[in-house]
């Protein structure tokens, strides 16, 4: 399957810097580049050693597609080549809330076999991420989505600023891995194979406190995490959580959990984007103490309701681990 990377960030945050830098490093790697838009990655005209219907083929083995119609079609076409790429990096347009081109991926029903999303990466301006989150809703939804932040331009603030910038990610996205840096300068081995959508490589959280400033800053846009010792009863649960999606899946901007199901040695494994979910059972429990964990991400979150909810799906009676 081909990876696929999500790369966006608000306005002026830098993914153009980021591109052309993984577009021109020798790093070894056939990397596709994506765009949504025309003209934006001004291509090193030594660099191109092809060009046709759009598709930039480049001296270090990398590819940069210029789209301005269905980016999915440009998608399959480079799946499609003799000799397809390593990993394809999608940008979004500035304003665009990433779950929309996530959803066009695996909402398609020939891309399940074809495609992999491996993670969302977003940039932020280190220097204007504050004024952005106060001005744009489609910020904070960006930042909760991401596996990863590039936390760009941190040579512009002062340390005091750039400790408040992290701050504030953190309060939308407990578990983001932040990288610091200046002119969007990232090894691309470090935006490559995050698993973000591969929860047995996520160590999930689930901190049983709750930020009461989360609540009120950046539209109220905000992650928690919510954790139960005893097992649950998986149809109870899917109806619980079917339910959940269908009446506020357009809050919900992303959802993952490892679940301890009664009768069941393995992981039960969730991941939703906004009204979209799927489940699988993972690596069995082993000698672990099955313990649920689930993280929400999205807007207006109410923990006691969620967590009301979900101690309702407990089963009314539990295994040991092992036994049948």
Not at 63 to 72: R, S
Not at 234 to 245: C, G, K, P, T
Request: charged fraction near 25%; glycine fraction near 6%; charge should be negative.
């Amino acid at each position: 399957m081909l990876p696929i990377t999500i790369i966006t960030g608000w306005l002026g945050s830098g993914k153009t810097t980021l591109l052309n830098h993984i577009l021109s490093e020798e790093h070894g790697l056939r990397i596709a580049v994506i765009q949504n838009e025309f003209g934006e990655i001004g291509i090193d005209g030594e660099l191109v050693i092809g060009a046709e219907f759009g598709l930039y083929e480049l001296s270090n083995g990398c590819l940069c597609c210029a789209v301005n119609h269905d980016f999915l079609a440009a998608l399959e076409e480079i799946a499609s080549m003799e000799n397809p790429p390593d990993h394809l990096l999608i940008e979004t347009t500035g304003i665009a809330d990433p779950s929309a081109a996530v959803l066009s991926i695996l909402n398609h029903p020939d891309h399940a076999e074809a495609f992999a999303v491996d993670g969302v990466v977003t940039l932020v301006d280190s220097s204007n991420v504050l004024k952005d989150l106060e001005e744009a809703e489609e910020v904070a939804a960006q930042i909760a989505f991401a596996d990863k932040i590039v936390l760009n331009k941190i040579d512009l603030v002062e340390k005091d600023q750039l400790l408040l910038a992290k701050k504030s990610l953190r309060r939308i996205n407990q578990e983001v891995v932040i990288l610091p840096t200046t002119e969007a300068k990232v090894n691309a081995f470090d935006l490559l194979d995050i698993g973000g959508f591969d929860l047995t490589r996520i160590s999930l959280t689930a901190s049983s406190e709750s930020n009461p400033e989360t609540w009120r800053d950046y539209r109220a846009i905000s992650s928690l995490s919510l954790k139960l010792d005893c097992q649950l009863d998986f149809n109870l649960f899917e109806e619980w959580f079917s339910q959940l999606l269908l009446e506020q899946g357009e809050q919900l901007y992303r959802i993952k959990g490892i679940l301890a199901i009664v009768d069941q040695q393995r992981r039960l494994i969730i991941q939703a984007v906004r009204s979209l979910y799927n489940w699988r059972y993972g690596e069995k429990w082993g000698d672990e103490n099955p313990m649920t964990r689930i993280v929400f991400i999205g807007k207006d979150l109410e923990r006691l309701n969620l967590e009301k909810g979900l101690k309702r799906c407990v089963a009314t009676y539990t295994l040991p681990v092992g036994k049948s």
